[in-house]
């Protein structure tokens, strides 16, 4: 059976040794959802007089987060990654935002738990600004969509 | 349309002001769920000679993120949480793992976002331990399960 | 000549112990420009096509900072902020952006620690992300405007 | 009208890709003042017997600050600092102090927010230390002074 | 045989749930010491001409230390600590740097841990700082010694 | 007499200019124990039905907190670690836990300070979970066992 690299032969939790890797040119990109109830869709797109800040506010959190996510996984690598963003889109006729997030890195080791992280936190911050209105959001999908850079083959998540 | 309550008038976020609220005794559980090929499930199972650290590194990342919620959503109020733990449970007929967190307060505000932080990260964080072998991976059905104490009515979520 | 209260009686530096203080509730108003080129404050405004994110993403930043005071002035307590807003005002008489700060608590000791410091990295923010067209903005007139609550008088900031 | 580098087509914060840029070596320096009463400044300066710390923990503070540039300003990249410096002056004439900051870093992306952020830190901690006796005293005069390397000219602010 | 309180009734780690538990004035006293040459000690005690910063930083570091307790160690309850101070004496018999922390709080649990934390990291700041002239210092000793408030006996280091 | 690298002329703290150094490879090892009574030792060991958590957390705590190192200590520098790992030896013979922490960089800079802060960290977090069962646990001999990389000597402590 296949080993899991993050447990030494013990079984024991280690930071994998990626100090012999090349420095590549890594981009990872990740997709979630957060499904919600129509009426809170239309909040968010602020189809009402006032344009709401809801997107901004989880965009700046799942930038910061993906900055974060070394002190948040533990045994995720200390990165400096030199691009994140991060997208949504919203999805009327399923009553859901579509996030989508990117991480570059010039480095020795992925940025795919990066770019995960980024959505995930998007997904909260999302949820937290709207659930007095709607406690039964759900958070789904969180996955990667591609994966670029690096020894091993690109990744390209095949669609379902 | 009901208003979102981060937003102000001017639909500028801020944080609530929860001052007049008062200290009551709070819970919430989410839950998660992370679902793998049969192949992954195993290994995090340690059906071989080793009992690997998958999950206990996975709690950790998962209780250390709820104490963290603050700093990573960025309108919740920071909060002294007296109580986290974060559970799983391995679903062999469906391959994923079911992860519960729940948290714990006596203050002037509600812990969902806690416990929804706690399982988040403690999914990426098994997503992380595994990748090399499985990056197909997907996290899902991130939501709140039941909310108690504070002035708004218990929540207890509906059965699907 | 009165004694700095962060200096023990050897001039060392220690956090001072408030804890035989009274809960109260307290709050404090900061007060925050920069200053810029003309052309600088009308990007920021949008007046061009598109509405851009700056004050948005400034006033995460400062709301987010305001959180992580006690993590970044030595000698600050840990604080449970029941409220924090930071609000702007675009001055085109004098070309500058006016940033206000607010912060309440319901403790042993003032905010205005926080409240300063969410004007100070708010406007840090809007020199980030107006740098790339204008280096020579200046940040200024960083002072605590009020303050309630807590045994000394409340205080408020004279006109100049 | 020129664009904000910060904002994409949409006008959405990203942070922006440094990923083809060469890894050159980059200094900047940034100054701030604080003003106050001509009693603070004399508790400061340990006119009395005892030689105060303020100025060592804003000093440290000022460090640590810029190490954590990239946590504060939401679309700052993480950077391996080579060094960080942070001094002060105190100016008897004007009754403030002088606070100067300066960092290096061999990477992709300058290292002013780093300057400008440990500069704003150290003075903000003047002020903590100092705030039972003067709640008077106004921070100002943040900017930039000087930035070398990379692509842009080296730039150099003009005296007034 | 007793039961560590840390694990479940299935060894698994949480966070102990200190919501029933009575709000009481709790400090806790922890001590440290760092062995090194007698030249640098000498460093330290600055017997030349200028007077170093190295207990200074080290004071500062021990400090923030122990705010950052609850991030440090896993299962720690995150607190608001009411006071914190770290002091040193010189040992110039045993060539050795004494340290002692002290932390208070009003709440539900002990902060023996902010104690040892604040005197392991003001040990580890003054191993830093030294570290270029005297790589064989050694940090010892570390225990608490005494303990205060809640509802189990207070505790007081036996003499060895 | 030698001078302290942290301290520039006047004495004061700054962060030591690494710009001019070269990229190397660069490993560090540390020690520290913790001694303590034999039972709770068997507690730890398990040595009853179940298996538990306690060394599986302290080295997720001391593998995060060699990533927390540059925010810690005030002098050390950001780094990118490229491994970490730590473990632990039961010497049942004395009674205490010895713990070993290993850092990898390809930096500019050594990362003693990394591995001691490791070490450390994980025999706080032992101290934290068997507090309850046993508050006179010792926590000594930290110190670094080996360094190799950058342009001083190798160093090898030397057998006491």
């Known amino acids: 059976m296949t ?8 079984g024991n939790a280690h930071m994998v040794d990626v100090g012999g890797k090349a420095v590549t040119s890594r981009v990872a990109i990740a997709a ?14 602020g189809r009402g007089h006032k344009k709401g800040d809801v997107l901004a506010v989880a965009r700046i959190a799942g930038i910061q987060a993906a900055k974060k ?23 009327n006729a399923l009553n859901r935002v579509l996030i989508t997030g990117r991480c570059a890195l010039d480095g020795k080791t992925g940025v795919e ?6 959505v995930s936190v ?7 600004m709207c ?10 999908d969180i996955c990667l969509s591609e994966k670029k850079g690096g020894k091993s083959d690109d990744y390209k998540r095949k669609a379902e």
């Open 32 to 45: 979630a959802e957060i499904r919600m109830n129509a009426d809170t869709l239309a909040l968010i797109a």
């Open 69 to 91: 996510c070394s002190d948040l996984i533990p045994l995720c690598h200390p990165l400096m990654l030199t691009s994140v963003s991060v997208d949504f889109e919203l999805d």
């Open 131 to 140: 659930k007095a209105v709607d406690k039964d959001m759900v958070i789904g």
């Open 113 to 118: 738990m990066e770019a995960l992280t980024a």
């Open 122 to 128: 998007a997904a909260l911050t999302i949820y937290d």
């Open 3 to 10: 080993e899991l690299t993050h447990l030494d032969a013990q």
